[in-house]
């Protein structure tokens, strides 16, 4: 219990027994599968709302669910993607390994570290528990713009406090995490040695500091906009529902880099070890996404270029949208640099890695055509956004934390995963997605808005290709989950160093670890620290 | 600095977290029921304080106990530090949201409204004639009736001046410890915890005034929305510094704490100054200009 | 099955999955890949500069996935490819971060320019008021006096739940359209009602918020008769998706007869509103008011929708007070969707279907009420 003062007087003391081990978890490894499993049962139940919008989207006219569940199902789907499955995942990956990279005994602040998590389930419950009331779940999209969220009933109170939950939740998580970065690292792990994956998370976590307080912020605003008689999104009283898409959008945009830093961390780590190259311009990636990060709070506006802001304004946030392309452009540059004369091998995590590279590209590639203002006055609200951030989403964040939790698997359970069913889980995935997204693009252009349940009959084709495509990426996953289940219950047992080209800490201790990683600091050489 | 060494305290099972979230849950999730029209939910979010308030004191409690213990080095204590400080940025960011409000109302929605700039040329005259779209305003609906509004230069004025005294005199307490000197440590501790009461006493009449003789409240437009909201929050902050320094007295009182090792002080502290510099933008923003 | 690699087996469900859609009974339907070319000067410049835009991420994109292409080919270890050690080049990197700058710059001043036109608003010929309810379109054409209302029309609305490839432009057809002169610069003043709306029609080239309390601005300028549709742009509630927008583009000839037509119908409306009705003719009369202005929120059986939208069967106010009832219906309710039907619906129709909900659904209060009725509790407001 909490009382066993004196550091380490039990050395070898292990986790607890049964079900309060993971209640009361302080170790920073229990901590991360806790976050892994519930991210991964927040992408099913994200999942299962996405493929019930593509059940209805299947063909014109409703046969599924009526208009009002439909906005039910698209808001909730994004919201559990984006605060369940996509950010508890980055902090599981975080949690695991950042100690173990930069040499630590274990998260700076581990009570704090259990209770980060330890909030999320709760959170969720009042969440998806809003299905349950009359009036259902929140409709209003992720973005929950007053004054139609406002007509929520009695869902806004809980999903405002679900929020604010979040917040608390994820703020803690990145005080952690930038605390265990700057406090605990080895001796001689010297900032410029620290893996890419560590660096991108360091920078996220400020992010997270400075983005989730505002829109605690901006749900407050709201809360008492609905319930204590408040003016802020109200033009009778001074205000402006404009106003709450600026506050939310300060955070949103952010939000987005939150999703896509520790994915380029990921891949920065998995494509140096499989092209058996030194990563490319490590310098310069940890610039190019310390400067992603800056630009990212000075270009929120790019999401409302229609909401009629003054020219000045449009030209500001066209022109720093852009920019971002230099630095994001910079990082996929010295990947293929990396891969440039390397000795690739494709196993499962690299095979992901290059799908991620790809389609995060075409996925930025479409962000930049959306931040042309005039040309977006077209694109806005119509399925080609849904396109564009489903490719940085999916095929960015997603594809990279699957890479992370495949290349390492062998290195948190001991065992090898069974490489022939994951080359068939990603060649399953990559071609279904795209099957999927890709002609999300013809239908914004040819004229889809988001966010509708019904569609005039010119969207059916696409329609049907594009859903066609989303139950066979669905069923794909179950494979996944079927090779997760597999490798932690048995299979070949891996080595410490588990890929030949594999440099970092995290590969000189056994696989799995000790419970306790590095309980002395372990000595870093330039060779282990850059390959 | 960075040197993680075998002595760094890793304490092992917890669990005042798993109870700091369900008493979070219970609370939320009663003032939401209350929200909506149950009024038998105020039981729920009083079950879910109590959680709380147990937690937190035993979750420090814990906390104390290994610190007085000296279970913690010098690095934990810089985890600490360093802890305090990103949340105190956190808490800036969180006020920074208000105040977006209340710039991005004067700036642009309200003049807007009245017709000026680019936005408004037809907003004014189309939808809302007549509208002035001077500061304060409660708006062109008029919401909430017509208000009056407190001068910066009275009891804001002399709650400026509390303030930034007792961010001297939690200083000179500060110095105190570090000399060894209890008696003084204790007493200007008790000064600006007083220092500190007196502020919301004075807030909490000027809110009354507001209320009962201005007509200016939470609905006044997006005048009283701002402005409650901002001065609400902060007094919520002080009230949480002022039990901060409260705690940190009679910690001193019974001889807690070391001129070299007095890490807790020290974050009350910093919360205290930070509670001050959001007042002075208050004072400056919300009720001077 | 185990020889072939799953690329392979890939590649075949592919080939399987194209011939499914291919055969596809709609596979005739128009495949649509892009945005259309429209058919304002504005629309054209946007669309040249999405595709501009376009080649040149298509021609990054060839570049870049390229040279990574020739890398996984030449540079794997199964053909013996020796691992290099650089993992440095000043020259490179300046390289890649000029260049991208450079494309940028390029694309960034063709974009300025067009918007700079796109927001210029001045020396209109004809002005219309866009408002957005829940969900329909009211436009007010300023200069000629002409006010429509425009919502889904009943063949789209009955087929949802039918057949929608029997109906034509489902859910891309309203009860009125509306008419703009061609070759004439028509500014549009946007807002809204209740929540936030956009207005869209994708062959004029420009979508913009109609916001509550705010109005926004842009303009049009169609070159080419003909009949354009849209849809509104932004999550407004339940029936977001059946809220389209139709604008037939018309020679001056024909719009002026169009404004001629529809003062005529106001007038005949005004005229309604003086004689007293029977029963039988307000309860029918009701029913389609109710049908097109208040089915969408309180369903047509008028039994709501719990927990969002209240019953009118039985309800306390359709069944109480008559006064009541009238001003809850004119006024609406503060901060829910209920919205104020006062100045949408003539008095005719507020009578009819006040009347329709006070005896329809198991309601039988007897009221009939007058519009006469009505335009006293109209006085009575604005005196008051
Ligand atoms: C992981 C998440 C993620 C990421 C990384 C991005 C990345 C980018 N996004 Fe995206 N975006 C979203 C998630 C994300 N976005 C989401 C969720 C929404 C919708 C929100 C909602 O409304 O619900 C959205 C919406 C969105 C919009 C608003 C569209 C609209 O609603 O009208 C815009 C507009 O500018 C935009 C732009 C960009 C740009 C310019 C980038 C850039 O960062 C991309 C940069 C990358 C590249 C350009 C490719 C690589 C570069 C090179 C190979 C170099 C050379 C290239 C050139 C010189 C062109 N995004
Ligand atoms: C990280 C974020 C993330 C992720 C991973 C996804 C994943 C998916 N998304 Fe989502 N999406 C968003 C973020 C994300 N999305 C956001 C932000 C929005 C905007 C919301 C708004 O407008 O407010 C959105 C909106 C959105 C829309 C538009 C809705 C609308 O505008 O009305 C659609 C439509 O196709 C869609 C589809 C999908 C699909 C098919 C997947 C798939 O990748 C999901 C695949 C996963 C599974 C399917 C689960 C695993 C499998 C099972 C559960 C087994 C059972 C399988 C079967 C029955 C076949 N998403
Ligand atoms: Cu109106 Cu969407
Ligand atoms: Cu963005």
């Known amino acids: 219990m909490s009382t066993s003062y004196g550091a380490h007087a039990d050395d070898h003391h292990g986790p607890e027994p049964g079900l309060l081990r993971w209640l009361f978890t302080t170790n920073h490894k229990d901590i991360g599968t806790l976050y892994l499993w519930f991210a991964l049962i927040m992408f099913f139940v994200g999942g299962f709302l996405a493929m019930g919008i593509r059940a209805e989207l299947f063909m014109p006219g409703l046969q599924v669910m009526d208009p009002h569940l439909f906005n039910q199902f698209t808001t909730m789907h994004a919201l559990i993607m984006i605060f369940g499955a996509v950010m508890p995942a980055f902090v599981g990956f975080a949690n695991w390994l950042v100690p173990m990279m930069v040499g630590a005994p274990d998260m700076a602040l581990p009570r704090l570290n259990n209770w980060s998590f330890w909030i999320l389930p709760f959170a969720f419950t009042l969440l998806i528990g809003t299905f349950f009331l009359p009036g259902g779940a929140p409709a209003a999209g992720w973005t929950i713009y007053p004054p139609l969220v406002l007509q929520g009933g009695a869902n806004v109170a809980f999903m405002v406090f679900a929020i604010h939950m979040m917040g608390i939740s994820s703020i803690m998580g990145a005080i952690n995490i930038i605390v265990t970065i700057l406090n605990m690292r080895a001796p001689e792990m010297t900032l410029l040695r620290m893996p890419l994956f560590v660096w991108t998370w360091l920078i996220t976590a400020f992010l997270l500091i400075a983005a989730m307080p505002v829109l605690a912020g901006a749900v407050t605003m709201l809360l008492t906009d609905k319930f204590f008689g408040t003016s802020f999104f109200n033009a009778a009283g001074g205000g402006d529902p404009v106003m709450f898409q600026h506050v939310f959008w300060f955070f949103g945009h952010p939000e987005v880099y939150i999703l896509i830093l520790p994915a380029f961390g990921i891949v920065s780590q998995i494509i140096p070890t499989f092209a058996r190259k030194p990563l490319f311009g490590y310098e310069s990636m940890v610039y190019a996404t310390a400067s992603i990060a800056f630009i990212s709070f000075i270009v929120w506006a790019h999401h409302m270029f229609t909401v009629g802001m003054p020219l000045s304004g449009e030209l500001f946030f066209m022109y720093t949208t852009m920019l971002i392309a230099v630095p994001t452009g910079v990082k996929v540059f010295n990947w293929i640099a990396t891969m440039w004369r390397g000795a690739m091998t494709f196993e499962t995590p690299m095979l992901w890695a290059i799908a991620f590279v790809v389609l995060f590209t075409i996925g930025g590639f479409s962000g930049l055509m959306l931040a042309i203002t005039p040309v977006d006055f077209q694109y806005h609200d119509t399925y080609f956004v849904v396109a564009h951030f489903h490719y940085v989403l999916v095929t960015g964040a997603i594809f990279a934390i699957i890479a992370g939790v495949y290349y390492w698997l062998p290195k948190w359970t001991g065992h090898m995963y069974n490489e022939r069913l994951g080359k068939w889980h990603f060649w399953l995935s990559t071609v279904s997605v795209n099957v999927l997204f890709f002609p999300q693009h013809f239908l914004g252009l040819a004229g889809m808005p988001r966010r509708i349940p019904d569609y005039a009959v010119q969207f059916t084709d696409w329609n049907m290709v594009s859903s066609i495509g989303g139950f066979a990426f669905g069923l794909s996953q179950l494979l996944f989950v079927y090779i997760l289940v597999q490798t932690i219950r048995g299979g070949e047992r891996a080595a410490d160093r588990v890929w030949e080209g594999a440099h970092g800490l995290e590969w000189t201790v056994a696989s799995p670890p000790p419970y306790h990683t590095f309980e002395k600091p372990p000595r870093v050489t330039e060779a282990e620290a850059h390959g | ?289 | 099955m185990h020889r072939r690699t799953p690329g392979q087996a890939m590649s075949s469900g592919i080939a399987a999955l194209t011939a499914l859609v291919l055969a596809s009974p709609s596979a005739f339907a128009a495949w649509d890949l892009n945005l259309p070319v429209g058919v304002t000067p504005i629309s054209r410049i946007v669309y040249d500069l999405h595709m501009l835009i376009l080649w040149i991420c298509v021609a990054i994109g060839i570049v870049v996935f390229g040279v990574m292409f020739i890398s996984i080919m030449r540079h794997r270890k199964a053909v013996g490819a020796q691992a290099a050690r650089f993992h440095h080049s000043t020259f490179a990197e300046i390289a890649w971060t000029v260049i991208p700058i450079v494309i940028l710059v390029t694309m960034a001043v063709p974009a300025t320019t067009t918007l700079i036109k796109m927001e210029d608003t001045t020396d209109a010929d004809l002005t219309v008021k866009v408002t957005a309810y829940q969900w329909m379109w009211k436009y007010e054409y300023i200069e000629d006096g002409v006010t429509v209302y425009s919502t889904l029309a009943p063949s789209s609305r009955q087929a949802i739940y039918e057949d929608p490839t029997k109906v034509e432009n489902y859910l891309l057809e309203v009860d009125n359209p509306i008419v703009f002169p061609v070759d004439r610069k028509v500014r549009l003043l946007l807002t809204a009602d209740d929540v936030i709306h956009a207005w869209w029609v994708p062959e004029l080239g420009q979508k913009k918020d109609a916001i509550p309390g705010f109005i926004n601005e842009m303009w049009t300028l169609i070159k080419e008769p003909g009949v354009y549709r849209g849809q509104c742009a932004e999550l407004c509630g339940k029936d977001h998706g059946f809220m389209p927008i139709v604008v037939r583009a018309a020679s001056e000839d024909e719009y002026r007869a169009w404004v001629a037509e529809r003062k005529m119908a106001q007038a005949e409306q005004a005229a309604l509103a003086m004689h007293s009705w029977e029963k039988t003719e307000l309860m029918a009369l009701g029913e389609k008011v109710y049908v097109t202005a208040c089915a969408t929120c309180h369903q047509l059986d008028g039994d709501g929708i719990a927990g969002a939208f209240p019953s009118i069967r039985g309800s306390e106010v359709a069944t109480g007070g008559l006064q009541d009832h009238l001003k809850l219906v004119m006024d609406g309710r503060a901060g829910t969707a209920m919205r104020a039907f006062g100045a949408q619906l003539s008095d005719v129709e507020l009578a009819a279907v006040v009347t329709y909900q006070r005896n329809a659904f198991g309601n039988a209060t007897g009221d009939v009420v007058q519009p006469a009725v009505i335009s006293a509790a109209r006085n009575l407001n604005t005196g008051g």
């Open chain 2, 1 to 289: 600095m960075a040197a993680a060494n075998g002595g760094y305290y890793v304490p092992h099972g917890t669990k005042w977290p798993i109870m700091g979230s369900i008493g979070m849950f219970t609370l939320l999730g009663g003032f939401a029921m209350l929200l909506n029209g149950n009024s038998s939910a105020n039981w729920i979010m009083v079950a879910g304080t109590v959680i709380i308030v147990v937690m937190i004191i035993g979750w420090f409690g814990t906390v104390i106990g290994e610190s007085e213990s000296g279970a913690y080095n010098a690095q934990v204590d810089i985890s600490f530090r360093q802890g305090m400080l990103w949340f105190i940025l956190s808490e800036v960011l969180f006020f920074a949201a208000f105040f977006g409000a209340l710039f991005y109302a004067r700036i642009y929605s309200v003049p807007w409204l009245a017709g000026e700039g680019a936005g408004g040329m037809m907003t004014g005259p189309l939808l809302w004639p007549g509208f002035e779209g001077t500061w304060p305003t409660n708006g062109p609906g008029d919401i909430g009736g017509t208000f009056g509004t407190i001068p910066a230069f009275g009891i804001p004025f002399i709650n400026t001046v509390i303030l930034i005294s007792s961010g001297g005199t939690v200083t000179l307490a500060h110095w105190a410890l570090k000399n060894n000197d209890r008696g003084k440590l204790c007493w200007w501790l008790f000064v600006t915890v007083a220092l500190g009461l007196l502020f919301l006493a004075l807030q909490a009449y000027e809110f009354a005034y507001a209320y009962g003789d201005l007509n200016l409240t939470l609905g006044s437009g997006v005048y009283g929305s701002t402005f409650f909201m901002l001065t609400g929050f902060h007094g919520l902050h002080v009230t949480i510094g002022v039990i901060m320094l409260l705690v940190m007295l009679i910690r001193s009182m019974r001889g807690h704490f070391t001129p070299q090792n007095h890490f807790a002080f020290e974050a009350a502290a910093w919360y205290w100054h930070f509670v001050d510099v959001v007042w002075i933008g208050l004072f400056i923003f919300v009720y001077w200009f």
